[in-house]
């Protein structure tokens, strides 16, 4: 039988259904449906009906139907209603339609915002999204927004009490206990890592849940701690266990004592008390009052010795709530339930505790022209602590080879604080920036700008290539903030982690900007002498420039007309031949001049043109049939003695006229491009010599295109 249910979602827990007793009176865990009907409920220990609000939810705690019993409208009318059964805590995800974020399902209907998809990789694997359920923004209000869930260390999975929720048990959570019965659960607490000398660690975390019809006081808790000491198999043992070296590891030499705190406000509960080498913790005497239907957080928290031992591999360890006792404010007895909610020798809840910490840097250089004189961002360098808060004290970056163009380097960046920072060193080969005490907080990171300034020109080395990255095997030292452990470049990949993309630079000696002048027309007469395309060449105000060679791809729109000799690019072949001297099909003019001057006609250089096809130049124009997608190609090329030269700081004007009268018909189109990349040369200065010439790569704007120009 399969049944349709009513519309919802969210987040839920696992029972097996009970059943009907023979006087027809509903049981806690008991599945119901009348019939006529394909909505399912569950009883809760409070004897109120619970909807599951459709199949996906349903589907979270039950494989089928088979345990739903078809009972009367009038017995289910005797049956109060409560509140929506929600998805099944520890098994997947949830989302709105309305709001991007993504929430883990924990226990007691609650959810954990995921951050980032690596957080929700590093628990559920690469098909994480798979998991993730939509819930109806009407539903989302069952729910209770809880902590957000961080990336988890490695080796470890996400899990809650889950495997020990029913969806009677989960109610309970969302709504007081059962009447007469203190409930006991995991509380809010998931894998984590901690180090070596650690204080105030979270060991375990539970939460007690008084009745929903009676005030309860806990009088005694009583607490098991685990320890696996990872010789190679995944076990717990009570008190203490085995390495690798065949070594005893106690648990009470780890976490030589322990309290329980009230995990919301932090207040101390009990103890501390020294840590029994059986690993049982008994802690009576207590006066713990829970109002009815009201929980109380508990956290067993310890200090970790700093001087343990755990040998070649992290310890882990687990706690769990495994007795308590409880009465009424009248001191009458009540009933317990959920003992050992961590699963005993098989913990949910666990905390490796490594020797060091780790953290990890990563450099991300730059790349592309440096000016001398002048100061300009070389990388960034981003330092995160992952298992604890460290402050990065010492940090060394250098140069592959030695630099004559540099000198110095200066580091910035922005604390925790919000403060913004920056120190700066000279540079010999290297730059070490020691006593910098940069807080960097526990699963948080830090960016780090490195800047070089370079010296003028005349001490820079022009055309010098610049190599930058992190110095992992100098000087460079991270403090725990936990433990007082250094983290230095003798760490190994444990402890440690560094990626590196060195930066790659060039040393120029100014700089040169390209844009469309924007006077540049929209209309070409089919005539020889109006401009078809007007730009500017800026430079930087530290020196002059000498253009060396300049390309403009030109595409008409009348290629492949039928024969031969009957378009723009057939008919500028006729003229020019196979020589491609194009002087009569193009002229080209400068400001520098005030425009008096055809660029490589009155000054000495070469104008050629070929057909472009296939990105390849047809060096023989004259005679080829155009095909759609060829184009024109027309350079000019100067020696450096005669190449125009742009004074530093002044943005010429240069003005590139077309002989459109070879458009056979007017009402065509054409589209003028200057082309970067090798097919544009220039000098950063007056002076050429071999090997110095630089391409269009280094131009800002480039390549630049006019809008498609029409040809009456």
């Known amino acids: 039988m399969r049944l349709k249910l009513a519309v919802c979602v969210i987040v839920g827990f696992l029972v097996l259904a009970g059943a009907a007793s023979a006087d027809g009176i509903m049981m806690p865990g008991h599945l119901i449906k009348v019939p006529e009907s394909t909505t399912v409920y569950v009883i809760g220990d409070d004897f109120i009906r619970h909807v599951f609000p459709d199949e996906p939810t349903y589907y979270s705690w039950y494989r089928d139907f088979s345990a739903v019993e078809t009972i009367s409208d009038a017995l289910m009318a005797t049956v109060p209603l409560g509140r929506n059964m929600t998805r099944k805590p520890g098994i997947g995800f949830v989302k709105i339609k309305s709001d991007p974020k993504v929430y883990f399902v924990d226990v007691g209907a609650v959810l954990r915002w995921v951050p980032t998809e690596a957080d929700a990789q590093s628990y559920f694997g690469p098909n994480w999204s798979k998991l993730v359920v939509d819930v109806p923004d009407t539903l989302f209000t069952d729910y209770t927004i809880g902590t957000p869930v961080g990336a988890a260390p490695a080796g470890t999975?996400?899990?809650?009490?889950?495997?020990?929720?029913?969806?009677?048990?989960?109610?309970?959570?969302?709504?007081?206990?059962?009447?007469?019965?203190?409930?006991?659960?995991?509380?809010?607490?998931?894998?984590?890592?901690?180090?070596?000398?650690?204080?105030?660690?979270?060991?375990?975390?539970?939460?007690?849940?008084?009745?929903?019809?009676?005030?309860?006081?806990?009088?005694?808790?009583?607490?098991?701690?685990?320890?696996?000491?990872?010789?190679?198999?995944?076990?717990?043992?009570?008190?203490?266990?085995?390495?690798?070296?065949?070594?005893?590891?106690?648990?009470?030499?780890?976490?030589?004592?322990?309290?329980?705190?009230?995990?919301?406000?932090?207040?101390?509960?009990?103890?501390?008390?020294?840590?029994?080498?059986?690993?049982?913790?008994?802690?009576?005497?207590?006066?713990?009052?829970?109002e009815a239907g009201t929980s109380l957080k508990l956290a067993v928290r310890g200090d970790l010795s700093p001087t343990?031992?755990?040998?070649?591999?992290?310890?882990?360890?687990?706690?769990?709530?495994?007795?308590?006792?409880?009465?009424?404010?009248?001191?009458?007895?009540?009933?317990?339930?959920?003992?050992?909610?961590?699963?005993?020798i098989s913990p949910l809840q666990v905390t490796t505790i490594k020797r060091f910490?780790?953290?990890?840097?990563?450099?991300?250089?730059?790349?592309?022209?440096?000016?001398?004189?002048?100061?300009?961002?070389?990388?960034?360098?981003?330092?995160?602590?992952?298992?604890?808060?460290?402050?990065?004290?010492?940090?060394?970056?250098q140069t592959r080879g030695q630099s004559q163009s540099i000198n110095s380097l200066r580091l910035a960046w922005t604390g925790p604080d919000g403060v913004q920072q920056s120190v700066s060193r000279p540079y010999q080969s290297a730059a070490t920036f020691d006593n910098l005490a940069v807080r960097i907080n526990q699963g948080a990171s830090v960016d780090f700008q490195l800047y070089g300034t370079l010296y003028g020109q005349d001490k820079a080395k022009r055309d010098e290539e610049i190599v930058v990255d992190v110095n992992a095997n100098a000087a460079l030292s991270l403090t725990s903030l936990a433990t007082g452990n250094v983290v230095d470049q003798t760490a190994d990949g444990d402890h440690l982690k560094i990626?590196?993309?060195?930066?790659?630079?060039?040393?120029?000696?100014?700089?040169?900007?390209?844009?469309?002048?924007?006077?540049?027309?929209?209309?070409?007469?089919?005539?020889?002498?109006?401009?078809?395309?007007?730009?500017?060449?800026?430079?930087?105000?530290?020196?002059?420039?000498?253009?060396?060679?300049?390309?403009?791809?030109?595409?008409?729109?009348?290629?492949?007309?039928?024969?031969?000799?009957?378009?723009?690019?057939?008919?500028?072949?006729?003229?020019?031949?196979?020589?491609?001297?194009?002087?009569?099909?193009?002229v080209l003019r400068s400001s520098l001049d005030s425009y008096a001057s055809r660029l490589a006609?009155?000054?000495?250089?070469?104008?050629?043109?070929?057909?472009?096809?296939?990105?390849?130049?047809?060096?023989?124009?004259?005679?080829?049939?155009?095909?759609?997608?060829?184009?024109?190609?027309?350079?000019?090329?100067?020696?450096?003695?005669?190449?125009?030269?742009?004074?530093?700081?002044?943005?010429?004007?240069?003005?590139?006229?077309?002989?459109?009268?070879?458009?056979?018909?007017?009402?065509?189109?054409?589209?003028?491009?200057?082309?970067?990349?090798?097919?544009?040369?220039?000098?950063?200065?007056?002076?050429?010599?071999?090997?110095?010439?630089?391409?269009?790569?280094?131009?800002?704007?480039?390549?630049?295109?006019?809008?498609?120009?029409?040809v009456p």
């Open 157 to 290: 999975a996400l899990t809650t009490s889950a495997t020990n929720t029913t969806p009677v048990s989960e109610l309970n959570l969302r709504s007081g206990g059962a009447p007469g019965t203190v409930q006991a659960s995991l509380g809010d607490f998931l894998a984590s890592v901690a180090t070596l000398g650690s204080r105030d660690v979270t060991l375990g975390a539970f939460a007690l849940t008084a009745p929903s019809d009676t005030a309860a006081v806990i009088k005694t808790l009583n607490f098991t701690g685990y320890i696996d000491a990872a010789e190679g198999d995944p076990d717990f043992q009570r008190g203490y266990d085995q390495d690798l070296t065949g070594a005893t590891d106690f648990l009470s030499a780890l976490v030589p004592s322990v309290r329980v705190v009230n995990a919301v406000t932090g207040d101390v509960l009990a103890g501390p008390t020294t840590m029994p080498s059986d690993g049982v913790l008994n802690f009576s005497n207590l006066s713990l009052r829970l």
């Open 308 to 344: 343990f031992d755990p040998g070649p591999n992290p310890d882990r360890v687990a706690f769990d709530l495994t007795g308590f006792t409880a009465t009424k404010p009248d001191s009458t007895p009540l009933a317990v339930a959920g003992q050992s909610p961590n699963g005993g």
């Open 357 to 397: 910490g780790h953290a990890e840097l990563s450099w991300v250089g730059g790349m592309g022209d440096l000016i001398a004189g002048h100061e300009s961002p070389l990388g960034t360098l981003t330092v995160k602590a992952v298992d604890e808060p460290y402050s990065l004290t010492k940090l060394t970056f």
């Open 499 to 586: 990626t590196s993309r060195p930066g790659d630079f060039l040393v120029r000696f100014t700089t040169l900007t390209a844009r469309l002048d924007p006077t540049t027309p929209t209309t070409v007469p089919r005539t020889f002498g109006p401009d078809a395309l007007r730009f500017t060449l800026t430079t930087g105000k530290d020196g002059p420039v000498r253009v060396r060679h300049l390309s403009f791809l030109v595409k008409p729109s009348d290629v492949d007309t039928q024969g031969p000799s009957n378009d723009l690019l057939e008919r500028w072949a006729d003229e020019v031949g196979n020589g491609n001297d194009a002087s009569a099909i193009v």
């Open 601 to 710: 006609h009155d000054l000495p250089g070469r104008i050629l043109y070929t057909i472009y096809r296939d990105d390849l130049r047809l060096e023989a124009p004259k005679g080829v049939n155009t095909i759609v997608n060829d184009a024109g190609i027309i350079e000019f090329t100067w020696n450096d003695d005669q190449a125009p030269v742009i004074p530093a700081g002044t943005t010429a004007t240069f003005r590139l006229q077309l002989d459109a009268s070879y458009f056979l018909t007017g009402g065509r189109t054409m589209t003028i491009e200057m082309l970067g990349g090798h097919d544009f040369e220039w000098l950063d200065t007056t002076t050429g010599y071999p090997g110095s010439t630089i391409d269009g790569t280094n131009v800002n704007g480039l390549p630049l295109q006019t809008g498609n120009l029409y």
